[in-house]
């Protein structure tokens, strides 16, 4: 083997090949540095004495099935200048690191198309290892996005281990990246970002979110001139919950055994869309049945329906009628759950008629949501809650394919 091969296959320029060895079917090559090449690590400047060499032995690509090493007498020098005896600089590998720099670059590239476990067992080497090679790298590229940048920006929480355990995550909607991950959830989750928003001078314009009180109140306080627009998804989805809670009460007050037997398998006809509803298992007949046999229950469920063309309106004094029409009219049914629903679209008026201004919604975030929960199923968990967060800031980059 040659220097030139040394440079050219394993990135290592600068020094001189002297010998390989062959043990225990590890394969190793031995370098030395000329001592006119010394340097110092801390100035460098080339007025230094010897002062001896320590072993050292680093892991580098492997050849085949063969573990490489490249075994070094690190140079240690005394500087004139700095008057410091250390260890002089290594190029092909990061200060006390145990393998090369070309190592860690094939490892990467292998986490691409590979878990943690496999690329551990090719290499033979411990996953902890694998795993802080993609932590660092990470770090260096996702772990302080630029935020200047920022117009539109969606914020939700979402639940990452039981007993209410939450992460707060803030999207910019016009990249599609996580620019923000928080520990729980509500306005004390922001906080961080808000430090780190400021001297950025973000002109953020408006932001989505949910009905959230905490996140409401966070953003007025430190973007006032954003506009707030509450999502389309989040009040069905507060909508459906209530619908949902129509539906228990009505089977805990029937009565009559035919009525509890056509409510009690209605709970995901009542939450699905018209359209959706599937012909081959004769959905929408026992729908109908359903909705015959419970007044409220149909006035709700109707209701339901008829608000979510409330987004399909032509311009925003369309907007504003059909809105102020809904509510009377939820307010009129006599149906408690409508009443409350009523007053918390009223309370939110000018966020749902934002809509109209600023034509953004947190769908991209709950696609993102649901990406975020597909990694975490597949690594069965993180109990690195730093490394999880950064894998989050760097979803966006994640591709998933259909595979069967």
């Known amino acids: 083997m040659s220097t030139s ?5 394993f990135g ?32 460098g400047s080339s007025q230094v004495i010897a002062r001896g060499r320590v072993d050292r032995r680093f892991r580098s690509l492997p050849i085949g099935s063969r573990a490489t090493f490249v075994a070094f007498a690190v140079p240690r020098v005394e500087c004139q200048a700095c008057e410091l005896v250390r260890q002089v600089e290594i190029s092909f590998a990061e200060a006390r690191r145990s393998y090369t720099k070309s190592f860690e670059r094939y490892a990467l590239e292998l986490s691409r198309s590979m878990t943690i476990r496999d690329v551990a067992l090719h290499l033979n080497v411990g996953w902890d290892l694998i795993k802080d090679f993609q932590k660092r790298d990470l770090s260096r590229r996702y772990a302080k996005p630029k935020l200047k940048h920022l117009r539109y920006i969606a914020i939700d929480e979402i639940a990452v281990a039981k007993g209410h355990r939450y992460l707060t995550v803030v999207m910019d909607l016009e990249s599609g990246a996580v620019v923000f991950v928080g520990d729980g959830k509500g306005a004390d989750a922001l906080k961080p970002f808000w430090k780190r928003l400021r001297p950025s001078r973000a002109k953020i314009a408006a ?8 996140y409401w109140g966070a953003v007025m306080s430190h973007i006032p001139k954003a506009r707030i627009v509450f999502d389309h998804f989040h009040v069905i989805k507060l909508f459906n919950d209530k619908l949902s809670d129509l539906r228990r009460a009505l089977y805990r007050e029937a009565t009559d055994v035919m009525q509890k037997a056509v409510l009690k398998g209605t709970r995901w006809l009542l939450l699905k869309n018209p359209e ?15 909705l015959a046999l419970n007044k409220p229950l149909a006035t709700a469920y109707y209701l339901k329906d008829d608000l979510r063309r409330f987004w399909d309106q032509p311009g925003k004094a369309f907007a504003t009628t059909f809105l102020d029409g809904w509510i009377r009219r939820a ?24 809509y109209y201004d600023v034509m953004i ?15 975490k199923r597949q690594a069965y968990g993180f109990r690195d809650m730093e490394f999880f967060k950064l894998k989050i800031l760097a979803i966006h980059e994640t591709k998933y394919a259909l595979v069967g």
Do not use: W
């Open 12 to 43: 290592i320029r600068g020094y001189q090949y002297t010998r390989t060895e062959y043990d225990n079917g590890h394969v190793i090559f031995n370098i030395y540095q000329e001592p006119e090449s010394c340097r110092c690590p801390c100035c």
């Open 361 to 375: 919604s947190s769908g991209p975030m709950e696609g993102t949501n649901n990406k975020i929960k597909t990694m």
């Open 5 to 9: 091969l040394l440079y050219h296959a």
């Open 276 to 290: 959706n509803l599937d012909k081959e298992k004769d959905e929408k007949r026992r729908l109908e049945e359903a």
């Open 207 to 214: 932001v989505a979110m949910d009905m959230s009180a905490g």
């Open 331 to 354: 307010n009129g049914s006599g149906i408690g759950v409508l009443q409350q629903m009523a007053k918390t679209l009223a309370a939110h008026r000018s966020g749902l008629l934002a």
